[in-house]
């Protein structure tokens, strides 16, 4: 393929799926059909803030009045598992 | 014949009920059967008769109407106490989250603040003997030992057996956990198992969901179901209201060395890994020592 503007030789470069040619002489870029949106939503996913984090019970700071000591950690639920029970149905 | 075939045995036919023996429990060296309408204990080997008695007499007391299922029978029968006592409906272990919350910590409260009973030498509650025991059984070279006897070392002197609870002079159940809770037919839920029933801090009563709270494990909507009816019920082993935990910090920690102990003696024994749950408890181990740093 060549250069619509100088007539230079073009190569192809794969960038994030999109494929991009460019002209070797004038380093002019040519974008098939549906890749400037596609360049276009790529760039937008790397400007949009993080999706916020996951809402956990014991994330959220404890209530007043029932606290969480330094040592502990946030609940976490579905780990009624293992020897859950065991521990806490036994001495 | 086994010894424990020849204790049911004897038990059963001590039981006098209708209905064949089965065994509930032989942990700790006590062994626990239903017959029929009436669960039978043969007390450990060690146990003192003037404790056991007084520890009946307690439960029994008026003040206490209505907080624990009351022994039908106490007696020596060879080389063992036994007790009859009424048989119940234990909380299902399926989902802790449904469990009766509410009337643990409503019996709880009115056991913490009854006035103390004159029945002669009032027990110690258990508590810091145990967790003194957990960490003594650890196998050497086990799996988070150092992790556990190193939060056990931090642990203040009264936490572990080496000095008197400094909060003394309150009754307390000295091992209550959920299956220590059963519904008897036509009466509601009751407190059982009377063995480490005795004065101490009764901070340690709330210290195994506590510890199961810290260690996220437990939902913070039932531990505040749990605290709400505890202080609605005037339960004073926690302030009334604010931050429960300087009155729980101790206690709780040390339940969390405790849990950690026994679960890593018995996969030790079983050749076997610590489980998640197991793990969440040596974790929190490490978080009390403040070994996670190194980690």
């Known amino acids: ?91 | 014949m086994t010894p424990t075939a020849e204790l049911v045995t004897a038990m059963t036919r001590f039981a006098d009920a209708d209905g064949d023996p089965e065994i509930l429990s032989t942990r700790s060296g006590a062994v626990v059967i239903r017959v029929g309408r009436v669960v039978v204990k043969a007390h450990r080997a060690e146990t003192d008769g003037d404790v056991l008695t007084a520890q009946a007499s307690i439960v029994r007391h008026e003040a206490l109407r209505g907080v624990f299922a009351e022994p039908l029978a106490l007696t020596r029968l060879g080389d063992r106490w036994i007790s009859i006592w009424p048989a119940g409906r234990p909380v299902s272990p399926d989902d802790p989250d449904v469990a009766p919350w509410e009337h643990a910590a409503r019996l709880l409260a009115r056991l913490h603040t009854a006035p103390l009973p004159a029945v002669g030498r009032l027990p110690v509650s258990g508590g810091p003997v145990r967790v003194a025991q957990a960490v003594a059984g650890l196998p050497p070279g086990a799996v988070a030992e150092k992790e556990i006897t190193a939060a056990y070392a931090g642990l203040p002197d009264w936490a572990r057996d080496r000095a008197p609870v400094p909060v003394a002079g309150r009754l307390a159940h000295g091992d209550w956990h959920l299956g220590q809770l059963v519904h008897l037919d036509g009466t509601g839920w009751r407190l059982i198992d009377i063995d480490d029933v005795g004065t101490g801090d009764p901070a340690w009563d709330l210290a195994r969901p506590a510890a199961f709270y810290a260690a996220g494990l437990l939902a913070p909507e039932v531990w505040a179901r749990f605290l709400d009816a505890y202080r609605e019920a005037g339960g004073c082993a926690i302030p009334p209201d604010g931050d429960p935990w300087p009155a729980l910090d101790v206690p709780a920690k040390a339940m969390t060395v405790q849990l950690a102990a026994f679960a890593v003696t018995k996969t030790h024994e079983d050749n076997r890994p610590l489980d998640e749950i197991q793990e969440l408890f040596v974790d929190a181990c490490r978080r009390i020592s403040g070994l996670h740093h190194l980690r």
């Not at chain 1, 073009?10 to 002209?23: E, K």
């Not at chain 1, 002489?25 to 974008?31: Q, S, V």
């Not at chain 1, 790397?46 to 000591?69: R, S």
Request: proline content about 12%; hydrophobic content about 20%.
């Open chain 1, 1 to 91: 393929m060549q250069c619509p503007k100088c007539h230079g030789n073009m190569r192809t470069y794969d960038r994030n799926g999109v494929h991009i040619d460019q002209c070797e002489m004038c380093r002019g870029i040519f974008l098939d059909y549906g890749e400037l949106e596609t360049l276009t939503r790529l760039e937008s996913n790397v400007h949009q803030p993080p999706p916020a984090p996951q809402q956990h019970y014991g994330q959220a700071p404890p209530p007043p009045g029932y606290g969480q000591p330094g040592w502990g950690q946030p609940y976490h639920g579905h780990r009624k598992h293992g020897s859950f029970a065991r521990l806490l149905f036994s001495t």
